[in-house]
Each structure stands twice: as C-alpha cells, then as structure tokens.
C-alpha cells in the first residue's frame, strides 16, 4: 500500500540546487491550474525520483493489448521497453492477447516478468480498441491489486527511445496528445454529440489527452477504466459510439477527474509531426505501421 510513504527517508545526496527564482522550463506549462506537474525534461531530478521510488519498492504494470495482428508489434515493444522503461525498478508486463501461442519468449531483467491475460478478439476493431477499458477494469480487480502498486496503459504500436521512469508515476496522470497541445478548445477531437456519455461542449475543456498513455494507482486506474467503460455501454445502448472510442471517454473522465500530474508529449510522439524545439527528448514513439494491411483481418 502507498501508506508506507509517510516513513520515506532520504539519505545524504549531492545535486544541484533547485533555484527559486528561476523557472526551470519558460517555453512550456509546466504546473495546471490545479497544481498538478505536467512532465517534461529539464522539469525533474531523476536521482531524486529514483532514490524515494526504490526506497518505496514500488512496482509498476505496464499494460498492452496485442490482439489479432497486432501482435506483430509486441516483439519490438517489450525489447525497447527492456532497455528504457522503469530500469532498475519491479515491472509486470502484462499482454493481454487472442494468440497466447504467438507471445515471443523473452530474457528480462531481474525483477521484471510478463504476464500474459488471455482475452477474446473481438470483430470490429472499435470494439477491440475501447473494450480495452473493461478488460483493464476486470484484471484490476482480479490481479493487478494483488502484484502492483501503478499500472501504465500504452498502445502496442510503439517503440520506447528514450528513458521513461518514476516521474511519469502518480494517482491518475494522462498524456497531452502529440497532435493537439498547441491547439484552443474548440479544435480539440472532443465527442461533440450531446447524446453521447461522451459529450464535451465547445466552453469547456483543459487539454486534449491520448488513448494511448494513461495510468495512475491500481484503485484509481480501477475506478477511471470503470466509469469509461459503463459511459461506453450506455452509449452502445442507445446505438452510439464516440468519435475517437476509448479516446473520447477518457477525455471526458479527465475533464471532471483531473489528473493529479499530466505527461507532455515527450512521452508519446509521432514522427509524422516533425521536431519541435520545445522537445527535449522523445521516448515513446509511434512505430509505422500499413494501416489497410495491419488493419484488415
Ligand atoms: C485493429 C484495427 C483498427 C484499429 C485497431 C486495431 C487493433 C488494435 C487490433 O486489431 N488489435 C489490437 O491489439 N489493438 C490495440 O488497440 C493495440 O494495443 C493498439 O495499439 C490499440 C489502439 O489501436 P491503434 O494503435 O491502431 O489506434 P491508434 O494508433 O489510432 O490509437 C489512438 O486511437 C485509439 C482509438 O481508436 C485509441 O484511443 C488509442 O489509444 C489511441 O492511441
Ligand atoms: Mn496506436
């Protein structure tokens, strides 16, 4: 449990003093309006991080769906997540996949394991996209609570290129959308039918979060992927589907939960929107892929 934080302490270390009266980033937000940390390089100590996080023995699941054929994209995943994501700290991965059989073995570092969750494959790949909340939901409560303390939830269609570690970790954090977080509201992808769970009117609206990245305590990843999946099936119900499935309803959950930390796009980039000098690194980065080939059954 995370109650044990209260006996951290800290021993003797040596880094540079933060300085008061000067911003460690200018060009970017790098706190919310609710105080919460948006994440990017030049923002954190990692010694720091490092240190209180090992002391604290957390342990992270990294979650990912390699379902049909996208199970083409697990290999290259996991081998780049060995070498850059949480090194030196206790990491599951967990693979939720239709084809256990075609689940590559793998040499892991010490302290790290994969489990793989045997899930259906379901026909339309909406579904496969946003069914992704429930089956969450269900191995939260099944197994998740029982083996991590955070878990991470991530599209397969990456590559890790940079280091990612404990900075990223908090309560409930979400990750600013590679293709939006320059815009103003009113051009953000929000669902913008009002019959939908998932609505968002044009007046409202902090950021416009990704799919693909989001995670937080094991409880509040249980709560978050519960209310996304229940605004789903209402939805279903009455014979609607949000503009950007799984997407939407988290943009909405995020809208009135919001994040106790935010993650820049650093943490999730995609080559096709070039190299802005606001990015200090890239680590999480979109894989090409042919959409008609990857896609089709
Ligand atoms: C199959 C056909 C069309 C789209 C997706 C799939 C598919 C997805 C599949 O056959 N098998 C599978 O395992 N997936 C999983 O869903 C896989 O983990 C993949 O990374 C994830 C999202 O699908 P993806 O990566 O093709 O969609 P993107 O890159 O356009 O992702 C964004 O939009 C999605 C909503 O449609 C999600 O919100 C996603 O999180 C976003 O990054
Ligand atoms: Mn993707």
Sequence with gaps: DLDRWRELQLPRMKYNQPATLTQSRTDVLTLTPWFAPIVWEGTF??????????????????????????????????????????????????????RPNEVPKFTLASGRRLVIIEVMGYKRWQEVSV??????????????????????????????????????????????????????????????????????????????????????????????TGQCHKAMMKDKDRGIEAIWQDESYLNKYFLYHKPTKILSPEYLWDNGMGSPAILKKKCFRAVWKNHTAIRSK
């Design 45 to 98: 100590n990692r010694d720091i991080l490092n240190e209180q996080f090992k002391r604290m023995n957390v342990s992270i699941g990294l979650t990912v769906f390699a379902i049909k054929k996208y199970i083409v994209f697990l290999q290259h995943f996991i081998e780049t997540a060995e070498m850059f994501f949480m090194v030196g700290h206790k990491v599951n991965y967990y693979v939720f996949t239709d």
């Design 131 to 224: 069914r992704r909340m429930e089956m969450i939901h269900d191995a939260s409560r099944k197994t998740f609570i029982n083996e991590v303390d955070y878990i991470v939830s991530v599209d397969v269609d990456m590559e890790f290129t940079d280091f990612i570690g404990v900075e990223i970790l908090s309560e409930r954090f979400g990750t600013l959308h590679p293709g939006f977080y320059g815009s103003q509201r009113p051009h953000f992808t929000y669902e913008r039918r009002p019959q939908s769970e998932a609505y968002i009117p044009e007046d409202e609206g902090d950021f416009y979060y990704a799919g693909g990245f989001f995670g937080g305590s094991v409880r509040e990843v249980y709560q978050l």
